[in-house]
């Protein structure tokens, strides 16, 4: 049996923030997340969901934490996330759809993580809610067309399981090849 | 097979290897003992078993409306291969008069209603368990005689089930991916396991003693970590104690939430 853990964001220990952003918005980190993780509210629900993998990659997970919403904010298993902002290296975030409405959001997402060297790739989608002018995570589920992506071993030559109808190789497995 | 069986348990300790099912309460006393987590075991519809799980388990829910039943079982989790860290010389337990239900009610098995307890009066090979004539009758005609113990373990594992499900549920939210590895784990020849941390049982619980128990545990792990490194066998063991240990090094320092 492979240990295995499963959580909602997971984070690397890499140095890319000093310039780029670890969020994978191609901005400079001071120009996207790190505001965001010293207390600025992030823009858009889509800004949050990227500002809290940030949060893992840069091991400041205070700010995930903060951003639960109150209903939930004791189910954060912080030893968990720490061990695994910790454990973790960052490939990739994926924003594949944000659908905000008024105080409330939905955003698809998927995120490649290299953990022990094995690559694991969490797909959801999120629900968050808008209160006070802060976005805050509020559940998430598996994304329907990405339900397998976890378990099967992909082909450089399949489809990328992300749903961009690329192949692997050409998306979310280059990053991997890279590495 | 319904005539008097005998059993004496002669304290022989050669049951006293590897994993050992613990209640919460005993999971909970020995913090600072066993490495400690949280076993799921699918039990399959219509098998012996089944009955009890649904009493004593959860009901995990699969796409489509089905539904599959799982115990969760706190676990002294330790490598088959190794003794019971309790176990003196191989052979006394070190704490015999305190030792945890699970190892008083033997040879009984909670998980199995009481009319089918019969196979567990047979010692397995190598077990030095006294069923000669000279040792009590512990089961006649379907019911366990010497029972207190029995009773005790079972009674404890019916008071903790909400407590156990109150965990599935927790869980389920935020493993969506769960019941997909549940049910997998049925799909095993021999029955499969999911294991599953202490951290997150004392989060999803909230243990108001999460701190103290987390800094009983995080001796306990770095002991297994170290006794299992390098050994390729128990490569997959090693893994687990060191993780844990990082969580319970964090959650040893934590603060209490809900204030
Ligand atoms: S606690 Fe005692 S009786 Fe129970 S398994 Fe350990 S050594 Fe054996
Ligand atoms: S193997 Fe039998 S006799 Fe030996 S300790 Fe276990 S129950 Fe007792
Ligand atoms: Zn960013
Ligand atoms: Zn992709």
Known sequence: ?179 | MNGPLRFLCTACGKCCHGQLPLTLKDAFAYAGLFPLCMIWTPVQRGSRDFRMARELGVAVPLTGGREMVSLIVPTSFIPSTYPCPALVDGKMCGIHREKPSRCKAMPFYPYTEERYQAGYLRPRQGWECDVSEAAPIAYDGKRIVLRDDFDIEKNDLRDQVPVLRGYAEHMLKYSPTLPERLWQASLQEKGGQIVTSLSSLLTATRHPEAAEIASKQLPVLNAYAAKTSGDPKLSDFHAYYSGWAKEMEYMSHAIPRGI
């Open chain 1, 1 to 179: 049996m492979k240990p295995m853990q499963e959580t909602l964001v997971a984070g690397d220990s890499g140095n890319a923030y000093r310039g780029v952003c670890p969020c994978c918005s191609g901005l400079p980190f001071d120009a996207c997340c790190r505001p965001i993780l010293e207390g600025k509210p992030a823009p858009t629900a889509e800004a949050q969901v990227r500002s809290r993998y940030t949060a893992f990659a840069v091991k400041s997970l205070d700010h995930v934490e903060n951003t639960h919403a109150p209903e939930i904010r004791a189910d954060f298993n912080r030893a968990e996330a720490e061990r695994l902002a910790e454990e973790c290296e960052w490939e990739n975030l994926r924003i594949h759809q944000a659908v905000e409405e008024g105080d409330t959001a939905e955003i698809e997402f998927v995120i490649n993580v290299r953990r022990n060297g094995g690559l694991i790739i969490k797909a959801g989608r999120s629900r968050f809610r808008r209160e006070a002018g802060q976005w805050l995570f509020v559940s998430t589920k598996p994304a329907p067309h990405l339900e397998h992506a976890q378990s099967t071993k992909i082909n450089r030559n399949d489809p990328c399981p992300c749903g961009s109808g690329k192949k692997h190789k050409k998306c979310h497995g280059a990053a991997a090849d890279g590495s």
